[in-house]
């Protein structure tokens, strides 16, 4: 089993800047891919971003490219999301997965991904 357990999350204005963690405890770090997700209220969650074990390669949605980055520490067990330039669409909460499995295929789907946290809640005002 793998715990996740996601953090940082809160009210941020638009056009500014927040960090989300993801901290992984359960299994070795270093052999899960990790992504990020997020769900808006009344709307399906929506792949965000997700990077590779080792950490070489980073997948991101369209709607984020060029303004989120993620990241990862293997020796600290935690992956980041950071997010700048932030806008009112990318409020919702904030979801951390993980999978042993190689990033191939439909990644971007939620199916694909085993392990879950809880969510970090991200609130952008205008």
């Known amino acids: 089993q793998v715990q996740l357990v996601e953090s940082g999350g809160g009210l941020v204005q638009v056009g500014g800047s927040l960090r989300l963690s993801c901290a992984a405890s359960?299994?070795?770090?270093?052999?899960?891919?990790m992504g990020w997700f997020r769900q808006a209220p009344g709307k399906e969650r929506e792949f965000v971003g997700s990077i590779t074990q080792g950490g070489a390669s980073t997948y991101y949605a369209d709607s984020v490219k060029g303004r989120f980055t993620i990241s990862r520490d293997n020796a600290k067990n935690t992956v980041y999301l950071q997010m700048n330039n932030l806008k009112p669409e990318d409020a919702g909460v904030y979801y951390c997965?993980?999978?042993?499995?190689?990033?191939?295929?439909?990644?971007?789907?939620?199916?694909?991904?085993?392990?879950w946290g809880q969510g970090t809640q991200v609130i952008v005002s205008s």
């Open positions: 359960g299994r070795t770090f270093s052999n899960l891919a």
């Open positions: 997965a993980a999978n042993q499995r190689v990033i191939s295929g439909r990644f971007h789907d939620t199916d694909w991904w085993y392990y």
